[in-house]
């Protein structure tokens, strides 16, 4: 009888070591978890530093006039006489 209770409590112990909270398969489902927050870490980064460099380009003494022109232009939705406007669905953003 007592190696039956032994049995017992060690497989009992040995499936939630595999299938518990904090067993092999939930390991295994926060490292992917872990491994896709860090790509999307990645992605959100080189947003955030392509944003920056654009607030750079109009702030200070460097200002690009290009990037303040385009920003102007697209803000108060104005056109030149001799420019051709080529319209972008909301899908395809410019930047």
Known sequence: ML??????C???FVWHAI???RGLIARDQREQQIAEALVER???????????RRVDGLRGDLLDRDQLDERARQ???????DEVVVP???ERRLF
């Open 19 to 21: 299938h518990g909270e």
């Open 10 to 12: 060690c497989g009992y």
């Open 42 to 52: 990645a992605r959100v980064q080189g947003d955030l530093a392509a944003m920056e």
């Open 88 to 90: 972008y669905g909301p």
């Open 3 to 8: 190696p039956m209770l032994f049995l017992a």
């Open 75 to 81: 803000l108060l939705n104005l056109v030149g006489r």
